[in-house]
């Protein structure tokens, strides 16, 4: 026993305090104690004593080891959160094991040990939920669904290329520009050698096959047959996962034999966000038992470090090569940025996204791009086609400018007899072997009343220019355009523009190649004349009149 | 019926009214949503440019957000010029001693960078009471349940419901209209204003105008130079641009067909200019604006049920002789708006919101202001027509002029005195009269040349930008007879007789052998101004959020 530093007979009781306030040896206070019992032995003043030794034993006990068989199980429960080591949870089980025995300690501990090491794939149990809950319905309990692929392998991007009425829309040719340019980027980061793979899906839609390649496609998958020719939402599904499981079998993952693939599925898929490209995505993406994020805008690929609790047992974990995939929320006031990632007991592939038609560029088609064709064989069975359709309908499309040799467009020249002039242009069109009428923001928008049969050519759907459409024939003939920037930058690609103008100063003649100083009223039909004379040179032409 | 969305207060404008209420709002722990529907707050501010601080006014802007003139202002105001101009004759007037009466500063300001700056401080402050500012989003109206106001609606957002709506949505307020406070029918109770922004050689501001660090200039111009439409020129120096334009009454340039570009463009190129622009003029921006003329329109009772108007949605535009102040009213209004809000609520009287912002407006001055006694006693008089006539006439006879020679340098005095300025009438005899035959009197000619040559109409569109709204015009004519519509075909800012280019355009119609003149609308080229809401026959909407023009200067 230590020699007590004071006596505190010395003290009153209110200055007791303060003065024991600097000692913290648990001896010395214990000599304290013992002096003022043999003293003057005042209650308050033990109280002051007693109550400064407990302090100091109870840190030295909280620091030392747990022992689980003097404490009750809250108690254990409080200290166990200060532990995080879990040889020392190990051994708290062990003694609580030799000791009590209590389930409730027993469950706190091993908690706890979760919580420390997380949920290890190997500690991670997957029990189905009707057996963990055998108490709750399980109304889905009868329904088959194909499971996802365990330690499955999986590589390339895979493209679904849509066509409508025979044609591939501009958005299938978008996502395999943006499919290349991050499969290039993925190759180079992660040094690997993945393709992407374009697929064809409909009747005599191999023909597109060269056109993806051009776009950045290196292998194109597709499947023909007369039954394909409009979407069905079965078929189309059916056939889309047996290609991408290439004859394996579902949920097991062994694929055909195949020269161009050594995976099981595909790592990453993209349907376009169109109403049939919505409608496969789903469908497709919950028979490959994966996920989907839905209207993507933009899309990246990178490692992720991820803490969550069911992804992660709430650690800090590297995912590679994740697709990023971003889409607009809110209507576009707020971004998402979806991830889909591995469960540590089930795997989420491939990692799909459908792509909001526009997002990204067109690319510009290389055409020496070289890449391997590949026919998908596949028994379709004639019951996924019960559903019939009888009658559809296509939507006027509208006019499409685009890819004619020569542009006529007409603008409020044509004022003051504005069917006359339609009719004129109209007439210069067809003097051409390949040529379309377009017309000026200012037709479109203006209150001339056309009669009945040039009306339909006063329609936005002609109009060029900055909200209209944009072309660059070899010929574009400008009549009675001023050439305002919003017309300019929807036609001035063309190769050759020639105008036709009373005002020699409109802006048009800035960007013309041949200008004409006069009344489309008189100088397009003299053009006309010229062209049929076989004078098919729009530099003759311009030559012959006043050129400027 | 479905949850809506619920805040203590939504603020409709982030301009300088709307964010010095929700400022405020904030500040007193309310929770306050901002809605903006530019694409950022500030593409869709115009003003003329000066922002004005007064002494007698309880709320300046820099009460509010402390950092302003370093951060978001261009120059200080600290010389005032008023040009009398009569052919290439100048009378010079100093009107500084008018400028800074009642004023503790004024500076020169673009509304993009300025309005883009306070709405970052108004989101961060609006944040902490669990709102915020959101940009791209169009309040098309009022949320009404039994008749009572209870919030907004919007065309990208679901309704939104609030205790207190504050209109701050500026001159073409849809919500004022909506609410019945406001409407846009006469032109007499309007100016337009058009203005150029106008970029300089570095260092060419201080050069030309000899102006060292801290200093800045404002011009005014008036005279024979516009035509015979009343109103005026301005020219403000900012950092590295200078602001020019025109403010012209609506009625004045409806009567005299005039073209808004062209009276522009007269100013440009009058050789007075040549002072300070070369042959190397660079118009970076053409923008327009209405403006209310608050004499006449300014609402002496701005509220209605849980919304209360602010700035020029409510008319709060004061045109003090010469010299325009609106943005520090609407900030005062903005201001006492969220006192009358936070004041209510805390007496658990929300609804009493409205009176108490009203007479707080009376109580601090304001109204007086916007709507001064003196100018209601001389307007019974001054503007008819006889009355202008004859003192036009005795102004321009040898009488006349006799007493302009006489009064000479005096007139300076007359002309700065906030007092005459306060009562100024609406005619032609202080805008153009008067002015000419001072420069005629007393002025001396100016002899250099100017060489500006501004860009043509298609040009001025051309570089503005747009996000046009395809397919969904925001404006439709209702009434396309010449007769009705017609004078938008001049009057509007980017439409011009003989040019296919703009908004209105007159046309022929031959249907049957008859022949009609019309009037056709392409709303592309709109710049949002509203001129074509009051002198033509339309349905005149605000373009969706992120829609429209998108003003890059302001």
Redesign the interface.
Known sequence: MADAPMDPGEYAIQELGPEIRSIEDVDALRAILEAEEAGENRAGAKTIIESRIEKFTEDEESTGEIDPSEMTAAEVGNALQDVDDPEELERIRAAEEEGKNRDSVLTLVDNRLDSVRGSDAEAAEVVPPEEKHPDLDHPTADKRHVRALEEGTYADMWVYCETQAGDLIDVSLEMLGKARELMDDYNETYDADEKVVAVLVGDGVATHAETCIEHGADVVVHHEDPRLDRFRHEPYTRVFCDMARWGGDPGAGNPDPAAWRDYDEPRYVLFPATPNGRDLSAQVQAELDSGLASDCSGLYIENAVISNPAKTGGEDREFERVLHMKRPD????EYSTILCLDNPSREFHPQGASVIPGSFEVPDPEPEREGEVVEHEFELDEEWFRVEVEAFDRLEGGVDLTGHEVIVAL??GI?DDPTRGMELGLELVDAFEDAALGIS??I??????FEGHVEEYAA?ERQIG??GQEVEPDLYVAAGI?G???HKVGMDESDTIVAVNTDPEA?VRDFSDYFIEGDLFEVLPRLVEALEAGKLDAAAVADGGETG | MTERERYEAVVVGAGPGGAAAAAALARNGVETLVLERGVETGSKNVSGGLLYAEASAPYAIDDLFPEFREAAAERPVTDYYLHNLAGDRVKTFDITDLHEHDTEWSDAVLRRKMDSWLAERVHELTRETGGGL?T??RVNGLLREDGEIVGVTCD??DPIEADFVVAADGVNSELARDAGLMDWEEPEEWFQGVKAVVDMPEGAVDDRFDLDDGEGEAHLFSGDLFEGVRGGGFLYTNEDTLSIGTVFHLDSLVAEEAEPHELLDALLTHPLLARWLDDGYEELEYAAKLVPDSKKVAHPSPHRGRLALVGDAAGQMQAQGPIIKGMNHAVTAGALAAEAFVEARSRSDPDAAGALYERKLREEGVMEKLRPRRYRAVRTLAEHDPVTDVLDAVLDSPVGRFGVRALGDDLERLYGSPFLSMMVPDTRTPYVTLPTVIAEELGDPVETKNGVTPPDL??R???LTYD?D??NPHIELVD?AVGASGDAVTACPVSARDF??GCY?E?????NGEERR?????T?PCVECGTCAVVADTDWEHPRGGKGVEFRQG
């Open positions: 809110f209507s576009g006031f603008g409020r004022g923001r200012g479109v928008t203006s209150s001339y009343e936005e900055e909200t001023s305002a920037i919003q802006d | 959101l791209g989003v990208e957002l298609a040009d569109i051309g570089s046009v395809v397919g396309d296919g280019g355009r046309e022929t119609v031959r249907t019309v009037v056709s609308l392409d592309q």
